[in-house]
């Protein structure tokens, strides 16, 4: 039996570092090495799933994507390698996504950003992410959907969830 037949979805996790303390992630009691996907790795694990058919590749895990200097060019590697049919997405908290690097993974042809932030206050981000951050990470949502018009583009697709 062929499972790869019937995947849709693969999640590819570049790395497992992170800079939050989510109450609804098991990355505290994470016990494996963390670090970062080398691209040779990347690409291998491209290369042998580029048949499978699939709808998503989600680059995500228990890891912040942001941390990855060598982000955008995965992506790039993805767009160029997987199937046309087949979106690249990327999960982050977005406290490190600058202009800059939605610059970069726009330009490397990434269909889809997933914004991992449920809170709406300081108090309930603070409870739900482990973090201080709240103002910088709102801050760094509502500055993409222009600086994704400014460069003329309707990608990537940004999608966010939020609790209450």
Same mark, same amino acid.
């Given at each position: 039996?062929?499972? *790869?037949?019937?995947?849709?979805?693969?999640?590819?996790?570049?790395?497992? %570092?992170c800079n939050f303390k989510?109450?609804?992630?098991?990355?505290?009691?994470?016990?494996?090495?963390?670090?970062?996907?080398?691209?040779?790795?990347?690409?291998? +694990?491209?290369?042998?799933?580029?048949?499978?058919?699939?709808? #998503?590749? %989600?680059? *995500?895990?228990?890891?912040?994507?942001?941390?990855?200097?060598? %982000?955008?060019?995965?992506?790039? #590697?993805?767009?160029?390698?997987?199937?046309?049919? /087949?979106?690249?997405?990327? *999960?982050?908290?977005?406290?490190?996504?600058?202009?800059?690097?939605?610059?970069?993974?726009?330009?490397?042809?990434?269909?889809?950003?997933?914004?991992? /932030? #449920?809170?709406?206050?300081?108090?309930?981000?603070?409870k739900l992410h482990g973090?201080?951050?709240?103002?910088?990470?709102?801050?760094?949502?509502?500055?993409?959907?222009?600086?994704?018009?400014?460069?003329?583009? +309707?990608?990537?697709?940004?999608?966010?969830?939020?609790?209450?």
């Amino acid at each position: 039996m062929d499972v *790869t037949k019937n995947l849709k979805i693969l999640e590819v996790e570049n790395t497992n %570092l992170c800079n939050f303390k989510c109450c609804f992630c098991p990355h505290e009691k994470m016990q494996r090495k963390q670090g970062v996907m080398d691209m040779q790795l990347f690409r291998k +694990t491209v290369d042998e799933v580029k048949e499978w058919n699939l709808q #998503y590749l %989600l680059i *995500t895990g228990l890891g912040e994507p942001l941390f990855d200097s060598g %982000l955008a060019e995965k992506v790039k #590697y993805a767009k160029e390698n997987m199937p046309k049919s /087949c979106r690249i997405s990327v *999960t982050t908290n977005a406290s490190l996504l600058t202009k800059k690097k939605f610059i970069e993974l726009s330009n490397a042809g990434l269909d889809e950003l997933r914004i991992s /932030c #449920y809170a709406t206050s300081l108090e309930s981000f603070k409870k739900l992410h482990g973090s201080e951050e709240f103002e910088k990470v709102k801050e760094n949502i509502v500055n993409l959907k222009e600086i994704r018009k400014s460069l003329g583009k +309707t990608n990537p697709v940004i999608c966010m969830g939020l609790l209450k």
